[in-house]
């Protein structure tokens, strides 16, 4: 293309230049400067379009301004994402999988050049010690690149389209054995808190685990013995009443106040998040797991997670005979016989049916963790 040169400096950077001799005047327009993102496919591009310009009377373009400072890196412009996302309940978890997983691997990558075998090595990586983190990984960036899109002209397509990832994990049915249960109750009695507290109220209502450790205060009612969770911290925004067994009240009432937060388990690890509810979650279920074992004088033993212990609850309701509606009402499901056109019309509440289920299930447990050997009983603190 005539006209177009390459300057290079003394320190070897290459630059495209366009010269272009209109009349008595002469241009001399810097195109960019050569690289990865811009080589000489660019440059002729741009040079093409500067001298349509110039041939068509429109004169010199004005001179090229610097990148503005969001750029299209993924450290500048996760932020934008995540400030997009804030209103969403799960900002939290989008922030922590980006921190986490994306930032440390293409934090300084930009974005629009990163490539789907790129997108499907990292994904692998995770994948090989957490397939369900990397399915979740492989999600976010997804929906990062359909915002990014728009944003970044040569981002022709999102890479994640077509990358590899892990298949659909199969659905758990662990649920943990009445000899796991004691032990587990054990546990509890020996962790501090928030940890030993927030096992026993998992193992007495069922609850989630977030639904659990990141409660506040003002939910409770200690009189009505009842605990409200709010739409907005359940997870199918639906408010979700528990009724709190007599054990269970007790050990809400035992959880010390912390000064200047609403949180039942307020963090303690930094400074200004006294509103926050608690973190190192995987570290601490490490921790369970190695006491259970020891408490069961075993090495090893099945797998198990906090979200089992959910599982095992509604089975023990099931056990029990309490009806399925009504388990459903526990667990505050809204398929099954609550979904659907069903859930439509059938408004009852189950209040009363889910005050006895839960009083029904903390007499059992009761049964459990007293065991039948009276030399090695461990009592559910009632006061």
């Not at 299209?72 to 986490?100: A, N, V």
């Not at 029990?320 to 526990?330: I, M, S």
């Not at 059992?364 to 009632?382: A, W, Y």
């Amino acid at each position: 293309m005539q006209g177009l040169r390459v300057r290079v400096s003394s320190k070897g950077t290459k630059t495209f230049v366009l010269r272009k001799r209109q009349g008595a005047k002469v241009h001399n327009l810097t195109l960019g400067t050569y690289g990865p993102r811009f080589g000489l496919a660019e440059a002729r591009r741009k040079a093409r379009i500067y001298l349509n310009d110039l041939e068509a009377g429109k004169g010199a373009p004005p001179p090229a301004k610097r990148a503005r400072a969001k750029g299209g890196t993924f450290r500048q412009l996760i932020p934008t994402y995540l400030d997009s996302k804030k209103d969403l309940r799960s900002h939290s978890e989008i922030k922590r999988i980006m921190d986490g997983y994306v930032m440390p691997e293409l934090g300084d990558r930009f974005a629009d050049t990163v490539t789907r075998g790129e997108i499907t090595e990292l994904i692998d990586n995770i994948a090989a010690t957490a397939p369900t983190m990397a399915r979740a990984v492989h999600a976010q960036l997804s929906a990062f690149y359909t915002w990014a899109m728009p944003r970044l002209d040569k981002l022709e397509a999102n890479p994640c389209r077509d990358a590899g990832r892990p298949p659909r994990p199969k659905a758990r049915d662990r649920v943990l054995t009445e000899a796991e249960l004691k032990a587990l109750w054990a546990v509890a009695e020996d962790e501090a808190n928030p940890w030993g507290p927030g096992l026993k109220l998992l193992m007495l209502t069922g609850a989630r685990r977030d639904e659990v450790f990141s409660a506040d205060r003002d939910e409770f009612d200690l009189k009505a013995n009842e605990w409200t969770i709010p739409a907005d911290r359940a997870k199918n925004d639906v408010v979700h009443f528990v009724p709190l067994p007599a054990v269970a009240k007790a050990v809400v009432e035992a959880v010390p106040e912390v000064e200047g937060s609403g949180k039942l388990f307020p963090t303690r690890t930094k400074a200004g998040q006294a509103d926050r509810g608690p973190s190192g979650f995987s570290k601490a279920q490490a921790r369970f797991r190695e006491k259970l074992n020891k408490v069961l004088d075993r090495e090893g033993g099945p797998h198990w997670t906090l979200h089992d212990i959910r599982r095992t609850v509604a089975t023990g309701l099931q056990r029990l005979g309490v009806r399925y509606e009504v388990t459903e009402a526990v667990l505050n499901h809204v398929s099954g016989a609550r979904g659907g056109i069903a859930g439509v019309y059938q408004r009852h509440d189950w209040k009363d049916e889910k005050r006895a289920a839960l009083e029904a299930w903390a007499n059992e447990l009761d049964r459990i963790v007293r065991g039948t050997d009276e030399t090695n009983v461990i009592k559910l603190e009632r006061a």
